[in-house]
């Protein structure tokens, strides 16, 4: 079977410093997969890498074994919060519509199907009330749940989300997660970077290791070990209950 | 009553009239989108780059025709905003020193070329140094016609990608991954903005033509939540205030066009800053006051 995602050799540098090195990463398909390691890991790059969103210094990235470029209509993604402007001048309903653009193609107009599609994915995360509510209005967490509804209208095989539970209250955090897991179970597959150690057990079946590094992957109960997290964060997590 | 008498039939004063409106509602549309984008000064580069390509353009034709010089304003204008880009690409000068950088450069050498030309035994120069503050009482039946055009097809083009260019402005690489190209767009938006430029040279001129741009997008934006009626007001308020602005420097002979224009757009941006409907301060303060008042004391 064909992976979802099927890295080679992949290298990734700013400035020349290399933020991952010789990186090969099969993730299967009709998984709930985490990419974990510390800060600076290049978890958010590893993604950006597959999305095309940064220039790759080696490697080739498939994608449902295709390059990026033919497979995106595929492929939903979910950003960090932080990485856009809350005060533009949009609603929540309008957000949400963004996640069909790709499928209206260059110049087609969201109508009537595009608006009640938006709303229903809006209902699915519990934010059909707030779908006329300027996007700054909403809290972090709802704001979370609005991208996670973009991600939803897309509809895609394969769907990336860059560290969905960083400061979000609790609900929005049993929302996602029971949305994903629905994801996952009707056949889809689902990448997120994540940072919670205490939850991966939990929450995910596959795991990415990732320490600039591929330090480990596969199913979560035989990657998720003592041994390979001592060697992805070094001695930094002598903790660690499970 | 004169004055619409005037500027139906008075053909100074009509052509002022139809040229600034038209300036207005173009560079209000196209600023919603810089300043959205966090590039407000990137037209305020573009348009101090526009006055070296408006000098060469005449000393090689000798000629003062409004497509020739917007041609050459357009031309230097890509230049500078391609030399921006490398800049913020290929160094580590960050953008706001690349952009401050290629500003003074062009517009030096804009000045430079400028005395040169006035220095030459040339009567038929005479007026080009108007492009550095404007003076709308100049324009020619021909210019307004030229900017109804450029203007109308810049205008075309956003109505054409209104989705695409809302999308950019937004979340950039959510575009990049939905398949839209992130940098054909963003050099497609910038190019309507030097179109935007070319066309407020002869009115605004080259130094004040940025406030064209930021101005009235940001007014408008203390008055809606939502983007198409962002637009729609900054047009408004662009073509207000190029009006009101122009009829001004026409009527009061010595002000040039450029200053005048500012002076109502400051006006107009000051008012909405305090009282616009969706974030202005004075509405703001009202409602956290109620707010506050509303608050029901805690039980214990």
Redesign the interface.
């Known amino acids: 079977m064909i992976p979802a995602i099927s890295v080679r050799d992949l290298t990734v540098a700013y400035d020349e410093k290399p933020v991952l090195w010789d990186v090969d990463l099969d993730i299967p398909e009709g998984t709930l997969s985490a990419i974990v390691g510390p800060n600076g890991a290049g978890k958010s790059t590893l993604i950006k890498a597959i999305l095309g969103l940064v220039p790759i210094a080696a490697g080739s990235i498939r994608v449902f074994g295709e390059p990026y470029r033919t497979a995106h209509e595929r492929v939903g993604y979910v950003p960090q919060r932080g990485s856009v402007d809350w005060d533009f001048p949009t609603d929540a309903l309008d957000v949400v519509t963004m996640g069909l653009y790709g499928r209206l193609g260059w110049f087609g107009r969201p109508g009537r199907q595009e608006r009640r599609i938006a709303l229903e994915c809006l209902d699915k995360v519990g934010m059909r009330d707030y779908a006329r509510r300027q996007i700054g209005q909403l809290s972090g967490g709802q704001q979370q749940r609005v991208f996670l509804a973009r991600a939803l209208a897309q509809d895609a095989a394969l769907t990336f989300m860059d560290e969905p539970f960083a400061g979000v209250d609790a609900t929005t955090e049993q929302t996602i997660i029971d949305t994903l897991k629905a994801l996952r179970d009707a056949g889809k597959t689902v990448v997120v970077v994540h940072h919670d150690l205490d939850t991966v057990p939990r929450y995910f079946d596959f795991v990415a290791l990732l320490n600039v590094r591929l330090i480990a992957a596969g199913p979560t109960e035989a990657v998720f070990v003592p041994d390979n997290l001592q060697r992805a964060y070094g001695g930094k997590i002598a903790f660690l209950h499970r | 009553m004169n004055l619409i008498h005037d500027l139906i039939f008075d053909y100074t004063l009509r052509n002022v009239a139809l040229g600034s409106a038209i300036l207005g509602v173009v560079s209000g549309v196209l600023g919603c989108f810089a300043v959205?984008r966090?590039q407000g000064l990137m037209g305020d580069a573009l348009s101090h780059a526009a006055l070296p390509g408006v000098c060469l353009a005449y000393m090689a034709t000798h000629s003062k025709s409004p497509v020739v010089l917007m041609i050459g304003a357009a031309l230097a204008g890509l230049i500078g905003m391609a030399i921006i880009l490398l800049v913020e690409r290929r160094t580590r000068i960050d953008p706001g020193s690349a952009l401050g950088i290629v500003l003074t450069v062009f517009f030096g050498f804009g000045v430079v070329l400028l005395t040169v030309i006035q220095k030459g035994n040339d009567a038929n120069q005479a007026g080009l140094d108007k492009f550095l503050f404007g003076q709308a009482a100049a324009l020619v039946s021909d210019q307004v016609t030229t900017m109804a055009i450029v203007g109308g097809a810049a205008l075309f083009v956003v109505g054409?990608?209104y989705?695409?260019f809302?999308?950019l402005?937004?979340?950039t690489?959510?575009a990049?991954?939905?398949?839209?190209r992130p940098h054909f767009l963003g050099g497609l938006l910038t190019g309507l903005l030097v179109a935007a430029i070319v066309i407020g040279l002869n009115t605004v001129g080259v130094i004040l033509m940025s406030a064209m741009l930021v101005a009235p997008a940001c007014a408008a934006?203390q008055w809606?939540?939502?983007?198409s009626?962002?637009i729609g007001i900054s047009a408004l308020v662009g073509a207000l205030a190029g009006l009101s602005g122009a009829i001004i420097s026409v009527l009061q002979e010595r002000v040039p066009t450029g200053p005048a224009i500012v002076l109502l757009l400051g006006a107009i941006v000051a008012i909405s800053l305090l009282f616009g409907s969706?974030e202005g301060w004075v509405w703001d303060w009202i409602r956290r006051r109620r707010n506050r008042l509303a608050l029901p004391e805690p039980s214990r």
């Open positions: 959205l966090r054409l990608l989705k695409e809302k999308l402005a937004f979340d690489g959510f990049g991954v939905l398949g839209f934006r809606t939540n939502r983007l009626a962002m969706a």
